[in-house]
């Protein structure tokens, strides 16, 4: 069974147009997390989600939003796209007070 | 702000060598997790081995294990036994034990096995 999974795994879409990329996972964790990487492979924080609280919100564009239905689902939903958005967006979750985090498999979005 | 350091952007070890791949931090902190992420074509992050700041011992996980050395803020990992599979990126991770919990990652080292 998938712990972490995401949907879609790549996307590809114009500049200007909205997107939305689905997390779930059923390892009944408290906190989910949001992540991008870069063309250099850096990985960065984006935002994490606490019991459908938003406790983490780095200097991410307000295009960005993360949505939270319920503790198992973190989607990620975005705004007129541009084209430095292409990357690889992971989502991951973690035991609230865990120290490990489990990561999906990552989604490739390219923006043309 | 935690940063993590990993100075090799790409190392190279031939099957069944041993290599070891480097990590600094900085950090004002004294309780914290340090982490070794895999990250193969594939993409999937794989935790590969985990660490503890309050415990002396260095964590060892089968051929993989590291060299937790807190007062140097130094963190390297050591592959024994190379293996075609262990071709990925590497990245060293920190994470606070209090406060929010984001975990911060270095720029990764990609590693390459020769046969």
């Known amino acids: 069974d998938t712990a972490v999974s995401q949907t879609p795994k790549y996307l590809v879409t114009q500049m200007g147009n909205d997107k939305s990329i689905k997390c779930e996972q059923n390892l009944g964790h408290d906190t989910m997390y949001w992540y991008k990487q870069d063309s250099k492979k850096f990985l960065k924080i984006m935002f994490s989600?606490?019991?459908?609280?938003?406790?983490i919100n780095e200097t991410v564009p307000n295009r960005f939003s993360p949505k939270s239905p319920d503790k198992a689902h973190l989607n990620l939903h975005i705004n007129s796209l541009e084209l430095g958005d292409s990357a690889v967006y992971f989502c991951?979750?973690?035991?609230?007070?865990?120290?490990?985090?489990?990561f999906g498999p990552g989604t490739r979005l390219t923006v043309t | 702000a935690q940063t993590v350091t990993q100075s090799q952007p790409e190392m190279s070890v031939q099957e069944a060598e041993t290599v070891t791949l480097s990590c600094t931090y900085d950090?004002?902190?004294?309780?914290?997790?340090l982490f070794w992420y895999k990250q193969p074509p594939s993409r999937q992050m794989i935790l590969v081995i985990r660490q503890e700041a309050y415990k002396q011992q260095n964590a060892t996980e089968n051929r993989f294990s590291v060299n937790f050395q807190k007062a140097a803020k130094s963190f390297s990992l050591k592959i024994s036994d190379s293996q075609l599979g262990d071709a990925a990126m590497y990245f060293c991770?920190?994470?606070?034990?209090?406060?929010?919990?984001?975990?911060?990652f270095g720029a990764g080292t990609r590693l390459t096995v020769k046969p």
């Open positions: 950090t004002s902190e004294s309780d914290y997790y």
């Open positions: 989600y606490n019991n459908k609280e938003l406790i």
């Open positions: 991770a920190y994470r606070s034990a209090a406060g929010t919990n984001d975990m911060r």
């Open positions: 991951a979750s973690s035991p609230l007070l865990s120290y490990e985090q489990y």
